[in-house]
């Protein structure tokens, strides 16, 4: 059984700091592209982080320079710093592993920028 298991969101002040845990079961992590997205209320859901199994990442413009995406392969944990947060990042944010035709999702973990 897959599961992709989201932690670290909540609450934090404009200009604040996050950090999201993915933690990822019944996969062959290494192997897996893993990504995070985020769906904020009435908008659709929007990428927001990638890296490969080989550790090359990809960014949404909107985060370039804020965020970054690294992965522990001993532990099959994926995360996600987040520093200078705005407003406009709130949002659920969601983990995804994809490899070829297969893709999971996490549950995701609700991060509020407000002060």
């Known amino acids: 059984q897959v599961q992709l298991v989201e932690s670290g969101g909540g609450l934090v002040q404009p200009g604040g700091s996050l950090r999201l845990s993915c933690a990822a079961s019944?996969?062959?992590?290494?192997?897996?592209?893993m990504g995070w997205y985020r769906q904020a209320p009435g908008k659709q859901r929007e990428l927001v982080a990638t890296?490969?199994?080989?550790?090359?990442?990809n960014y949404a413009d909107s985060v370039k320079g804020r965020f970054t995406i690294s992965r522990d392969n001993a532990k099959n944990t994926v995360y996600l710093r987040m520093n200078s947060l705005k407003p406009e990042d709130t949002a659920v944010y969601y983990c995804?592993?994809?490899?070829?035709?297969?893709?999971?999702w996490g549950q995701g973990t609700q991060v509020t920028v407000s002060s």
């Open positions: 019944g996969i062959i992590f290494n192997r897996y592209a």
């Open positions: 890296i490969t199994s080989g550790g090359s990442t």
């Open positions: 995804k592993g994809g490899r070829l035709e297969r893709e999971y």
